[in-house]
């Protein structure tokens, strides 16, 4: 059991970190907009990008990691875990992003926090 969360808590970091990576990844193109007619400029421009790339590896092995937590727990125990990246997103970001941080979001991850620890 506690190789299973160390599993989920390493997989949804690993997450998190993807997220920033691809936020900065396509914080660097201009604001896109799909149309089948572009599709493939799009699709280009974020495959060449360096922190998209490294962000799209990022999930890739969380998944994995996901999975293998998977293989030995319950959904209905491991998911609950997999919202714990609420609170490591609110925090990358505050601390990485520099977002301003809302009492509203604070207590909504609370909320979260509770509940993760009431399962």
Do not use: C, H
């Amino acid at each position: 059991m506690k190789l299973s969360v160390a599993y989920i808590l390493v997989s949804v970091s690993g997450a998190a970190i993807g997220r920033l990576l691809l936020k900065e990844g396509m914080s660097i193109m201009d604001p896109l907009t799909l149309d089948w007619r572009g599709l493939p400029r799009i699709a280009l421009g974020m495959a060449s990008g360096g922190f998209v790339v490294l962000g799209m590896a990022g999930f890739l092995a969380s998944t994995f990691l996901w999975l293998t937590a998977l293989s030995r727990m319950d959904l209905s125990l491991a998911y609950p875990f997999a919202s714990l990246s609420y609170v490591i997103m609110l925090l990358a970001w505050w601390q990485f992003l520099k977002e301003t941080i809302n009492p509203t979001r604070i207590l909504g991850t609370a909320v979260v926090v509770l509940g993760v620890l009431l399962i």
